[in-house]
C-alpha cells in the first residue's frame, strides 16, 4: 500500500515537499514514481527513481522539484520549488518491481498507486 501525502495550497514560487510511504512492501526493490493529473487532463509524468537508482524528471519540472528515497522509512519525497500555477494538480505516487526505464515515462505501466495528494498553486 502507498499512502501519499504532503500536498496542499501555496502561492507560485513557493514550496512544498511530498512524501510517500510504502507499507507492506521494501521501496529500495522497487521502482517508485511521482505522476499528477490536472482536470481534464491525463495522468502526467513527473520523476521517477528507476530500478538501477536513477532518477528521472520530465522536462516541465527539472531543475525545480528533486526527488529523493529513504530506504530506512521505506518513504520517498518530491520536493516541490518555484511552484507554478501550472503545477496545480492531484500528485500520486507509484511502485512497480519491474519496469524498465522507457516505461517509467508511461502511468498504464506502474502497478502500484496511492491515493493521490491535491496541490494547488495559486498566482
Known amino acids: 500500500q502507498l499512502q501519499a501525502c504532503g500536498g496542499g495550497s501555496v502561492q507560485a514560487g513557493g514550496s512544498l515537499r511530498l512524501s510517500c510511504a510504502a507499507s507492506g512492501r521494501t521501496s529500495s526493490r522497487y521502482a517508485m514514481g511521482w505522476f499528477r493529473q490536472a482536470p481534464g487532463k491525463e495522468r502526467e509524468f513527473v520523476a521517477a527513481?528507476?530500478?538501477?537508482?536513477?532518477?528521472l524528471y520530465s522536462n516541465s519540472v527539472k531543475g525545480r522539484f528533486t526527488m529523493s528515497r529513504e530506504n530506512a522509512k521505506n518513504t520517498v519525497y518530491l520536493q516541490m520549488n518555484s511552484l507554478k500555477p501550472e503545477d496545480t494538480a492531484v500528485y500520486y505516487c507509484?511502485?512497480?518491481?519491474?519496469?524498465?526505464?522507457?516505461?517509467?515515462?508511461?502511468?498504464?505501466?506502474?502497478?502500484?498507486w496511492g491515493q493521490g495528494t491535491q496541490v494547488t498553486v495559486s498566482s
Open positions: 527513481n528507476n530500478l538501477s537508482g536513477n532518477i
Open positions: 507509484a511502485a512497480d518491481r519491474s519496469i524498465i526505464t522507457g516505461n517509467l515515462w508511461n502511468y498504464k505501466y506502474w502497478d502500484y
